[in-house]
Structures are given as C-alpha cells and as structure tokens.
C-alpha cells in the first residue's frame, strides 16, 4: 500500500503504471486541488501524462440583471485559465507532462460531466481524477454534483478525491 495524506491507498506500484494517460477535471475547488496532487503522483510513479480540463460552463440559472453574460463567461474563462495554470505548474513542478484545456459545451444541453466523458474518450484516457465537490453552486443542489452524474456515465476507471474542509464548510 502506498500512504499518501495519512491515507492508506490500496493502489500496488503495478497498478499505477497502468494508468499512463491521466484525465483530471479541474476547477480551483479544494477537492479539485486533492485530484490535481492525485493525478500528478499517479503520472509520476507510472511515467505518465497528466491531461488537465477545465469546463466552461454553469450559465446562470438566476441572472442578475445588471450583470452581462458576455461579462459572467469571460470570468468563468478567466477563472478557468487560472486553473489550469496551477495544473501545469504542479506537473512541472513534478516532472510530469502536463497538456491543459479549456472546453465548452458545444450545446446548451450538454453538461460538466458529458463534456469530460466524452473528453476521455478522444484521449482513450486510462483513468479520470476528479474532486467530489467543486465549484458548482446551486446548480449542484438542483441538478446533483458533476462527479455523481460523471461517475454513473465513465466507462473507464474513475478515482474521486474528497476534500473535507470543503465539506465541513458546506454543512
């Protein structure tokens, strides 16, 4: 067993270096942070490459009406680049390759998770790392968070990290 955190992982050195290709969604959330150092150490250990995503998305459910939507996207852009600016850094910092990207839905339907299956899918990625909660607000209490619905969608191995303090501070 590996020990990382304080937690003991049941993840074998040959198990790691069968995940090559690293997907890991990213949203400056805490949890989301946890998944970045989890995907890094797994792309390490197995000489792999860790693929970064960020989605643009969650429109406005209750607009403001003095709030441009032009001006609310280029923020969740905004926020998003500094995202995967932090995933690149910690994989250089580490010695891992590191491709980042920002992705938006191509339809109004399509939502976070769909977006990042299908995103594993075109990268034939080995396994998704993912934070539980994230950045998502209250379209999370209406709709259920991002990584249920991606965890009832992934055909492939999925690993989800949870951030406690993020959890305690939403209770």
């Known amino acids: 067993m590996l020990p990382v955190d304080g937690i003991s992982r049941t993840l074998t050195l040959e198990m790691c270096a069968m995940y090559r290709t690293i997907l890991v969604a990213v949203d400056g959330s805490g949890s989301s942070r946890l998944a970045l150092r989890e995907a890094v150490r797994l792309a390490a250990s197995a000489h792999g490459v860790v693929h970064a995503v960020h989605v643009v998305h969650d429109a406005p459910i209750f607009s403001h009406p003095e709030r441009d939507l032009a001006e609310f ?99």
């Open 73 to 171: 996207v280029d923020a969740m852009r905004r926020e998003g680049r500094s995202a995967l600016v932090e995933a690149a850094q910690a994989c250089a910092a580490a010695g891992v390759e590191c491709h980042a990207e920002l992705l938006e839905p191509a339809a109004l339907s399509d939502d976070v998770a769909s977006i990042v299956e299908c995103q594993a899918d075109r990268l034939h990625a080995d396994i998704v790392v993912m934070g539980t909660h994230g950045r998502r607000g209250v379209r999370r209490l209406v709709l259920g968070s991002v990584a249920e619905r991606f965890l009832r969608l992934s055909k492939r191995p999925v690993l989800l990290m949870r951030d406690d303090e993020s959890q305690q501070a939403a209770t």
